[in-house]
């Protein structure tokens, strides 16, 4: 019997024999409808450990149901931290009883945001060990910044075994150049310097969303934080935080997955609970390629074509075209017409879902950090794996408009990003289903 090993599924000819869930597409139906979007996720992750921060009762508004949340609330309750969910979307977090700055390697190892503890346990205790963070594999992801960002405040970081430790007798407000703009820099370096001494500029900041949402609910708690969404932070260190409440904005990651879903389908989608200024670079290449697009207060309404245009996409930090939208658009642009490039300016290693892709039909190239479409392919099911927690996002969006059946592999990392995934696609008139190993 001929046995062929894919990542997450083992195939055998006549039979399937699952190693883990997997997803199932019959494509080529056209989307409609509404879809609400979730939480945002990466806001999610560093507004959680910033809650840490508090000597009072934090409520956090519109989590979303996802595992990398899960997993941080699990880290939290690990140190003694008291959270409980009021409802689905809605999480109470008592960190006053507190009872360690150690966190175990098995609750993060899974987590790229895991590092967020370190600013947060760094600024309230002045004392930090977090394991190295984990997350998806997209090439070099140094934490460097961080810890140089640490240091200037007056920090001691040692590495060791795996193991990042930091100390401080106090901590000093000082000026931190970036020499990169990074989100989990930036917003790492902004919650230990709520309890700095004096005052902080950050330079060079990043200006995503989820910066400004973190700084937000810091300021809700009593932080002193200006400039958030500029390339400049000012922050006047305090003596504690307070309780508050707090509304985790919308998710622009899931929403331009789910437009550019309506747009591969040919669809008539409404995308709704978002800020359609968030959407403003997605919303402008889907218009370049023949999309019809009309924005609301709080939704974008997107219509297909049945004869997209080719167009480039390069990304960039916000308000760039984000990297985490690259996959899911790489795999359009394949069914555009002409000849697309797509350039990476952020992981190295983003290309990695190419090769998945292809099986489905994809004719695409890459040379270093570009990659070229050659556009007007047919997508035919296939059997895949997610590497990825966009890639699979990616190969959701090639299975929708695909001839026959697509079988995905890998969908945990799915779960990682995405809330109800397969629920809001039916709602919009995808053939898509979860096999469960157990079933």
Same mark, same amino acid.
């Given at each position: 019997?001929?046995?062929?090993?894919?990542?997450?599924?083992?195939?055998?000819?006549g039979?399937?024999?699952?190693?883990?869930?997997?997803?199932?597409?019959?494509?080529?139906?056209?989307?409609?409808?509404?879809?609400?979007?979730? +939480?945002?996720?990466?806001?999610?992750?560093?507004?959680?450990?910033?809650?840490?921060?508090?000597?009072?009762?934090?409520?956090?508004?519109?989590?979303?149901?996802?595992?990398?949340?899960?997993?941080?609330?699990?880290?939290?309750?690990?140190?003694g931290?008291?959270?409980?969910?009021?409802?689905?979307h809605?999480?109470?977090?008592?960190?006053?009883?507190?009872?360690?700055?150690?966190?175990?390697?098995?609750?993060?190892?899974?987590?790229?945001?895991?590092?967020?503890?370190?600013?947060?346990?760094?600024?309230?205790?002045?004392?930090?060990?977090?394991?190295?963070?984990?997350?998806?594999?997209?090439?070099?992801?140094?934490?460097?910044?961080?810890?140089?960002?640490?240091?200037?405040?007056?920090?001691?970081?040692?590495?060791?075994?795996?193991?990042?430790?930091?100390?401080?007798?106090?901590?000093?407000?000082?000026?931190?150049?970036?020499?990169?703009p990074?989100v989990?820099?930036?917003?790492?370096?902004?919650?230990?310097?709520?309890?700095?001494? +004096?005052?902080?500029?950050?330079?060079?900041?990043?200006?995503?969303?989820?910066?400004?949402?973190?700084?937000?609910?810091?300021?809700?708690?009593?932080a002193?934080?200006? +400039?958030?969404?500029?390339?400049?932070?000012?922050?006047?260190?305090?003596?504690?935080?307070?309780?508050?409440?707090?509304?985790?904005?919308?998710?622009?990651?899931?929403?331009?997955?789910?437009?550019?879903?309506?747009?591969?389908?040919? +669809?008539?989608?409404?995308?709704?609970?978002?800020?359609?200024?968030?959407?403003d670079?997605?919303?402008?290449?889907?218009?370049?390629?023949?999309?019809?697009?009309?924005?609301?207060?709080?939704?974008?309404?997107?219509?297909?074509?049945?004869?997209?245009?080719?167009?480039?996409?390069?990304?960039?930090?916000?308000?760039?075209?984000?990297?985490?939208l690259?996959?899911?658009?790489?795999?359009?642009?394949?069914?555009?017409?002409?000849?697309?490039?797509?350039?990476?300016?952020?992981?190295?290693?983003?290309?990695?879902?190419?090769?998945?892709?292809?099986?489905?039909?994809?004719?695409?190239?890459?040379?270093?950090?570009?990659?070229?479409?050659?556009?007007?392919?047919?997508?035919?099911?296939?059997?895949?794996?997610?590497?990825?927690?966009?890639?699979?996002?990616?190969?959701?969006?090639?299975?929708?408009?695909?001839?026959?059946?697509?079988?995905?592999?890998?969908?945990?990392?799915?779960?990682?990003?995405?809330?109800?995934?397969?629920?809001?696609?039916?709602?919009?008139?995808?053939?898509?289903?979860?096999?469960?190993?157990?079933?």
């Amino acid at each position: 019997m001929k046995v062929v090993y894919l990542p997450s599924i083992i195939y055998f000819r006549g039979g399937r024999v699952r190693a883990m869930d997997y997803i199932v597409i019959n494509g080529q139906k056209t989307l409609k409808g509404k879809v609400n979007i979730s +939480g945002a996720k990466n806001a999610a992750v560093a507004i959680l450990p910033a809650a840490l921060a508090s000597d009072g009762v934090c409520v956090i508004d519109n989590l979303p149901q996802i595992e990398d949340v899960l997993g941080m609330i699990a880290a939290m309750r690990s140190m003694g931290v008291k959270c409980e969910f009021r409802d689905n979307h809605t999480l109470i977090v008592d960190a006053r009883e507190i009872n360690g700055q150690v966190l175990d390697e098995r609750l993060t190892k899974k987590m790229r945001a895991s590092y967020y503890f370190m600013g947060a346990l760094l600024g309230r205790y002045k004392h930090a060990e977090v394991p190295l963070p984990g997350g998806c594999d997209l090439g070099l992801r140094p934490i460097d910044y961080h810890l140089k960002g640490f240091a200037a405040l007056g920090a001691t970081c040692i590495q060791e075994h795996g193991v990042v430790k930091l100390s401080a007798e106090k901590l000093t407000g000082a000026n931190i150049y970036l020499d990169c703009p990074s989100v989990g820099a930036t917003i790492n370096i902004m919650m230990a310097a709520v309890f700095a001494d +004096g005052v902080t500029l950050i330079e060079n900041a990043a200006k995503e969303p989820h910066v400004v949402d973190a700084a937000s609910f810091l300021n809700k708690i009593g932080a002193k934080i200006n +400039g958030a969404g500029t390339s400049a932070i000012r922050i006047t260190g305090v003596p504690s935080l307070r309780g508050g409440e707090y509304t985790v904005l919308p998710d622009p990651i899931e929403a331009g997955t789910y437009m550019i879903a309506a747009a591969i389908t040919n +669809g008539d989608v409404v995308v709704e609970n978002i800020i359609p200024k968030h959407m403003d670079s997605v919303t402008a290449k889907l218009k370049e390629m023949g999309c019809t697009i009309t924005e609301g207060g709080d939704w974008i309404h997107v219509c297909g074509n049945n004869h997209l245009r080719s167009c480039d996409i390069k990304t960039a930090f916000y308000p760039g075209f984000p990297t985490d939208l690259q996959p899911q658009m790489a795999t359009l642009l394949c069914r555009a017409q002409g000849t697309s490039t797509i350039t990476e300016n952020v992981f190295e290693q983003r290309f990695r879902y190419i090769q998945e892709i292809k099986r489905l039909g994809a004719q695409i190239k890459v040379d270093g950090r570009m990659a070229v479409t050659k556009g007007a392919c047919v997508f035919t099911g296939a059997e895949v794996t997610a590497l990825d927690l966009r890639a699979g996002a990616a190969l959701v969006i090639a299975g929708l408009c695909a001839k026959g059946e697509t079988v995905i592999g890998g969908v945990s990392h799915l779960d990682r990003g995405y809330e109800n995934f397969e629920e809001k696609f039916r709602s919009l008139g995808a053939d898509i289903k979860r096999i469960k190993r157990d079933e």
